[in-house]
Nanobody, 121 residues
Framework: QVRLVESGGGLVQAGGSLRLSCAAS????????MGWYRQAPGKRRELVAT???????NYADPVKGRFTISRDNTKNTVYLQMNSLKPEDTAVYYC???????????????WGQGTQVTVSS
């Protein structure tokens, strides 16, 4: 019922910037927390940043001061502005959303297909 689609990934040189977008569509009653996670080769998926409906944010230590998460509730979209990128930021970035499709149902966790971000040195 619910689909998350990421966009904005690509190849960038160290020190450059990228802006990721993730749009949720389908049967959506409300969305609580949205976030971004990433997975590099040989590593487990890890938290990058999350944002609540009320715009409360939290960031993983490696990206603090460099990345900014935001959301547009009218579009059911979450963004990740990535500045001062480093080679260690290279990973597949996944969008996540906690979505309720109906007021009588609990929230369910959804994931996007992922978008590749590669930072060259």
């Amino acid at each position: 019922q619910v689909r998350l689609v990421e966009s904005g990934g690509g190849l960038v040189q160290a020190g450059g910037s990228l802006r990721l977008s993730c749009a949720a569509s389908g049967s959506i009653f409300s969305i609580h927390t949205m976030g971004w996670y990433r997975q590099a080769p040989g590593k487990r998926r890890e938290l990058v940043a999350t944002i609540t409906t009320g715009a409360t944010t939290n960031y993983a230590d490696p990206v603090k001061g460099r990345f900014t998460i935001s959301r547009d509730n009218t579009k059911n979209t979450v963004y990740l502005q990535m500045n001062s990128l480093k080679p260690e930021d290279t990973a597949v970035y996944y969008c996540n959303a906690d979505v309720r499709s109906h007021g009588l149902l609990p929230y369910d966790d959804y994931w996007g297909q992922g978008t590749q971000v590669t930072v060259s040195s």
